[in-house]
Nanobody, 116 residues
Framework: QVQLVESGGGLVQPGGSLTLSCRASGIVFSFYDMGWYRQAPGKERELVATITSIGITNYADSAKGRFAISRDSAKNTVYLQMNSLTLEDTAVYYC??????????WGQGTQVTVSS
């Protein structure tokens, strides 16, 4: 059974930082591209950052320069370091694992709230 378990969300003030973690089980982690997505209330889910199985990263424009995605294959975990958070970063953040178009899994999400 595949599981992606996110953690690290919470309440943070504008300008603050958070690091999200997503631990995968039930897959061969090193074979999978990993990504972080987010969904704000009333909006569609959007890409935040991705990292391929060989470590190539990609970021949404809103995340460039502020967020960093990384992975640790020894821990089957992908991270999202988020700095300089703004109110617009408030959302539920989801982890995704993908290998091709047929093997795709989502985590349950973790809430990030940026508020003063």
């Amino acid at each position: 059974q595949v599981q992606l378990v996110e953690s690290g969300g919470g309440l943070v003030q504008p300008g603050g930082s958070l690091t999200l973690s997503c631990r995968a089980s039930g897959i061969v982690f090193s074979f999978y591209d990993m990504g972080w997505y987010r969904q704000a209330p009333g909006k569609e889910r959007e890409l935040v950052a991705t990292i391929t199985s060989i470590g190539i990263t990609n970021y949404a424009d809103s995340a460039k320069g502020r967020f960093a995605i990384s992975r640790d294959s020894a821990k089957n975990t992908v991270y999202l370091q988020m700095n300089s958070l703004t109110l617009e970063d408030t959302a539920v953040y989801y982890c995704k694992a993908a290998r091709g178009l047929r093997n795709m899994y989502w985590g349950q999400g973790t809430q990030v709230t940026v508020s003063s």
